[in-house]
């Protein structure tokens, strides 16, 4: 690709990455909207990600401290999935890659389990649990930068 070029999609991505950004909403008014609601009231999906950061944040301490049970992961596991088909705030800003991080995302939780089944070493576990959290930053990145700071604090 040529310089040029390779440039141009760099500044194309930049800008829909600001323009998707969920931070940025107000920046795109529509009268057709409710905004009252936009802001007051989290969509399906803004309310799943409040509960995964808020488990994140928990599992971590469970990771460290080689204490996750089978139990623990597999309700993390069933609530996070609802992600793929719950409703966004704003459509138009879910990217078609937004099903493939999904995917990859709870198939490391997946693995993760694999792991604590066999009893595998705290390091494995760690390093699949940050990768899970990998997959979330990669997702914010196309997505919603907003919350990107948080997510790497839960790193481990
Ligand atoms: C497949 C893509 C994807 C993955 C993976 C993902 N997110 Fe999100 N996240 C989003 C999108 C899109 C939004 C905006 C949701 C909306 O406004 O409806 C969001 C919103 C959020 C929010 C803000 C919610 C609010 O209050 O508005 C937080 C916090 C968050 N995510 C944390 C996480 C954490 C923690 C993980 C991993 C454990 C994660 N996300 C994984 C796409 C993703």
């Known amino acids: 690709m040529s310089l040029i070029k390779s440039s141009f999609y760099l500044v194309l991505i930049s800008f829909w990455s600001c323009l998707l950004s969920c931070n940025n909403r107000s920046l795109e008014p529509d009268s057709t909207k409710n905004n009252r609601q936009d802001l007051y009231e989290p969509s399906e999906l803004a309310s799943t990600m409040r509960d995964m950061a808020l488990d994140m944040e928990e ?22 999935s609802t992600m793929s088909s719950d409703q966004p705030t704003d459509i138009r800003e879910i990217q078609p890659s937004f099903q493939l991080f999904s995917n990859i995302y709870i198939e490391q939780l997946e693995e993760l389990k694999t ?20 997959t979330c930053i990669s997702c914010h990145r196309e997505h919603c930068p907003g919350p990107i700071s948080r997510i790497e604090k839960i790193k481990i």
């Open 115 to 134: 792991i604590i089944l066999k009893q595998g070493e705290i390091s494995e576990q760690i390093l699949l649990f940050n990768s899970a959290l990998t």
């Open 59 to 80: 599992l971590k301490l469970k990771v460290n401290t080689g204490s996750i049970t089978i139990k623990h992961i597999d309700k993390l596991i069933s609530s996070h």
